[in-house]
């Protein structure tokens, strides 16, 4: 054993052994990361239409604030949501429904999220 010690003394290195344990710790951990990384991504896709949705109730209830009579059209370009302050993230779709003041419900989903969100008229929202 000494002599094995005694050869490697000069030479500086690391063996190839090393260098593939190294790369196969590497390789396990990106195994473990890339697919987290991505469930991560669809988090944020979601909470950004979430977010979304919550922000065009709050356009369409200033809307309503001077129009109690008024109806919102469809859509989150719809002039009566943008009046309100209302600007869409992007890849979020939003689609209002019964556009009155009392049966408003807005649903919003991410192209690239998993969820729908729907806000009632009484501005609870579901996933």
Known sequence: MISYFAKKRGKKGFTL???MIVVA?????AAI???????YRVRGYNTAARADVKNAYTAAQAYFSDRPTATITTGANSPELTSGGYVASTGVTVN??????SGLTITASHTNGDKTYTISPT????P
């Open 17 to 19: 052994i090393e260098l």
């Open 25 to 29: 710790i590497i390789a396990i951990l």
């Open 33 to 39: 990361a890339i697919p987290q990384f991505q469930a």
């Open 96 to 101: 209002v429904t019964n556009g009155s003041m």
């Open 123 to 126: 501005g609870v929202i579901s």
